[in-house]
């Protein structure tokens, strides 16, 4: 399923000030302090304190120490930094929408905004976007130039629509990447294969796994008091009519039994787990998750 036209909105404009101004808000607070548990670690001088009992006498700097006129330790901090790689889903379930902006164009705006952040904190982040395929690959990497690729490649109408194959992209994944990375999906998670879970199992062994949920409305609640309406399979364009007056509560219940059972999935391997709604700006849910997961500490 091809797009002509995709609508991002990825830099600023005068009638978008407030929109670009809370995801400068977003951006600021990731950079700020984003801990994760698979940073690598580092160690740097942070200064000097004076002397303690039972502190460690091979930290005794006795040049300064001299200078000083009294016993000073060296004292070392951690410095961290990491690589994050986003996985953007732009297969044909994401080229949907009933509030005006297609889940895949949402979900490139809020990736954008990540990555933005994420940047500005001086660690590597890279991108890929899937179908069936890892049909585009960016390695994490640093610089300003890394925003400019990625506008690109998010940009380009090309690069959306097609089949979903979720277990064969997160096997290219894993020979693509280092260990040792933060791996963030963004997906409305729709058409999942059967033994999906295994995979996100074993990729938690090499990665620290976030999952982000984008969903229409429409996604989660049929229409009510509508009568006939048609369900397309974005893959084989095949019809399904109900009466939504018969299935809305059953379908319903299936949608919540069905998110549940992903949230599950990437708690279950020590992850982190959101769903955010295309009707609904992305910016405040997005950073209410972070808070709660500790990897950012809010400022404003």
Known sequence: MAIKDLRVDLTPHIRKAEIYAKRSVLSKNIAGSWVTTFKGRGIEFAGYRSYQYGDDASLIDWRASLRAKESLVREFEEYR?????????????????????????YAAELTYGLADGILRGGDAVGLGMFTDDLDVSIYP??????????????????NYGGKFDFKKV??????????????????DFLGLEEGWE??????????????????????????????????????????????????????????????????????????????????????????????????ITMTT
């Open 81 to 105: 930094s990491f690589s994050v790689f986003i996985m953007l889903d732009v297969s044909n379930s994401m080229l949907f929408s009933s509030t005006g902006k297609l889940k895949a164009e």
């Open 141 to 158: 990497d640093i610089g300003k130039g890394m925003l400019e690729k990625m506008s690109q490649e998010l940009g380009d109408p090309n």
């Open 170 to 187: 997160l096997r290219q994944t894993v020979s693509f990447l280092k260990s040792n990375a933060v791996l963030i999906v963004v997906s």
């Open 198 to 295: 295994r995979y996100i199992r074993m990729m938690s062994q090499h990665f620290e796994i976030i999952g982000i949920m984008v969903r229409d409305p429409r996604d989660r609640a049929l229409p009510k008091g509508v009568g006939q309406f048609a369900l397309e399979d974005p893959y084989t364009n095949d019809y399904l009519y109900i009466d939504t007056r018969q299935y809305a509560e059953k379908y319903r219940s299936l949608v919540l039994e069905e998110e549940e059972h992903v949230k599950r999935v990437f708690e279950g391997v020590k992850g982190g787990f959101t769903l955010i709604t295309t009707d609904k700006d992305y910016v405040e849910p997005l950073m209410r998750f972070l808070r709660r997961r500790q990897f």
